[in-house]
Structures are given as structure tokens and as C-alpha cells.
């Protein structure tokens, strides 16, 4: 069975994988869901120094100190960014890797760069090095907005800004895209879909659930993790 190693997405943290750890652990997977420097339980650790680098090192020292191998390392939305540098400085340790309605980035490419259309301002008050959360997607159901909203907190808008450092040595790793569909109006995602549904080296799924499945379909999310992590 395998080792999951999840990297969230923006303003959110392990708690976000509450519905699916059961849900992979009952199929005998081993889980693992940190969180991030300056969010969740760790939002007290925030600062404006915390960037991207300080996140993919957050995971690192995950796999380090869990003494892990062999992993599918899943990254969400924001995520896409985590384990894509994680992937590059421990590509021995990857089994495969899992982008879900992630950032694919290039080397030299930030959250920033790959976005388009409006981006959210960054709070004000003397806080203008945090980035507000997004709405959650519209399909959310009220038990879960009551769940999910107290705990998106603001993030280091330097994790948005900084340019990921790639040296290409994570390019052999196995990979898959997990595209959701069920979005409307703006969609950085769709960007990565439309050009690797067609890429020979990537596996391509869509899943019928909007930007957020591991709280909005975890059940038809887990069932495809498993598919992908034979």
C-alpha cells in the first residue's frame, strides 16, 4: 500500500484532509497531512519572511524525521508549487506525484506569475504582507462552511510571490493531473489541463467536484487516489 505525504492548498493546513485520512487509511494507506509554517495551528509562526522555500522545507523535514520513502506526494492548488520543489531537492525519495487542481510550475515561476485575472488585494492595517483567503468554492455545503471558514486564515504573500528553484532532477518521477471540473468564471487551473491531457508523460484525470473535493466529494476523491496510487 502506499505513503501519502498531502501538501495543502492556500490558507488552509492538515486539517483540511480531516474527511479523507479515515477514508485512505481504511483502504491501508499510511497518510500524512502537515501543515504549513504561519497557517492552521501554526498560524502563530507567520511572519513576513515565510515564503515558498520556507514551505518546501516544512515537507522536507517531514520526510526526513518520519524517515519516509517511496511516497505519492499529492499536492493541492497552492500545493502544485510545495511538491513540485519538495520533488526536486529529494527525488529519490518520490515514488509518484499527484497535482490536484494544482500549479504545475516551471522553474523561475511563481503562484504570481501563473495566475490570471484579478488577484485578491493583501490586507491592510499593517498587514499588508498577508493575502486574504478566496471564497470556497460555491458548492459547499453549510456544515461545511461552518467547518472550513473560522480555520482559512490569511498567508505570507511572499508564498505567492517567490519563484520556485528547480534544477530538473525530479523530471523522471511519474506523475498524474486530477483536473475538477465543477468550476465556473476564473479557473488558474484549467491552464494545466488543457496542456496535459494531451502530454504523454503525465496521466490524466477530471473528477466531477469543484476546486475542493477532499471537503466538497471525498469519498469519489479517495476512490480515484486509490486507482492512481496502484
Known amino acids: 500500500m502506499a505513503t501519502f505525504l498531502i501538501c495543502h492548498g492556500a490558507w488552509s493546513a492538515g486539517w483540511a484532509w480531516k474527511k479523507m485520512r479515515p477514508l485512505l487509511?481504511?483502504?491501508g494507506h499510511e497518510v500524512f497531512t502537515p501543515t504549513y509554517t504561519g497557517i492552521g495551528e501554526r498560524v502563530h509562526q507567520a511572519s513576513p519572511d515565510v515564503d515558498l522555500d520556507t514551505h518546501i522545507q516544512d515537507v522536507l523535514g517531514v520526510i526526513a524525521f518520519e524517515?519516509?520513502?517511496?511516497?505519492?506526494?499529492?499536492?493541492?492548488?497552492?500545493?502544485?508549487?510545495v511538491i513540485t520543489g519538495v520533488a526536486d531537492r529529494v527525488p529519490e525519495k518520490?515514488?509518484?506525484m499527484i497535482y490536484l487542481d494544482a500549479f504545475v510550475p516551471e522553474n523561475g515561476q511563481s503562484v504570481a506569475s501563473l495566475r490570471s485575472g484579478p488577484r485578491p488585494a493583501a490586507g491592510g492595517s499593517g498587514q499588508d504582507w498577508l493575502l486574504p483567503p478566496n471564497p470556497p468554492p460555491p458548492d459547499t455545503s453549510p456544515a461545511d462552511l461552518a467547518w472550513i471558514t473560522p480555520l482559512r486564515r490569511p498567508q505570507p504573500i511572499k508564498t505567492f510571490t517567490q519563484a520556485v528553484v528547480l534544477t530538473g532532477a525530479s523530471a523522471q518521477i511519474p506523475r498524474s493531473y486530477i483536473y475538477c471540473t465543477k468550476k465556473s468564471g476564473d479557473d488558474p487551473f484549467a491552464q494545466f489541463?488543457?496542456?496535459?491531457?494531451?502530454?504523454?508523460?503525465?496521466?490524466?484525470?477530471e473528477i466531477d467536484a469543484s476546486h475542493s473535493p477532499n471537503v466538497t466529494a471525498p469519498e469519489a476523491l479517495?476512490?480515484?487516489?486509490?486507482?492512481i496510487a496502484r
Open 25 to 27: 487509511r481504511g483502504a
Open 67 to 81: 524517515g519516509l520513502s517511496d511516497i505519492v506526494l499529492l499536492g493541492h492548488s497552492y500545493g502544485g508549487m
Open 94 to 96: 518520490i515514488k509518484q
Open 193 to 205: 489541463a488543457k496542456r496535459l491531457k494531451s502530454d504523454p508523460a503525465w496521466r490524466y484525470h
Open 222 to 227: 479517495a476512490k480515484l487516489l486509490c486507482e
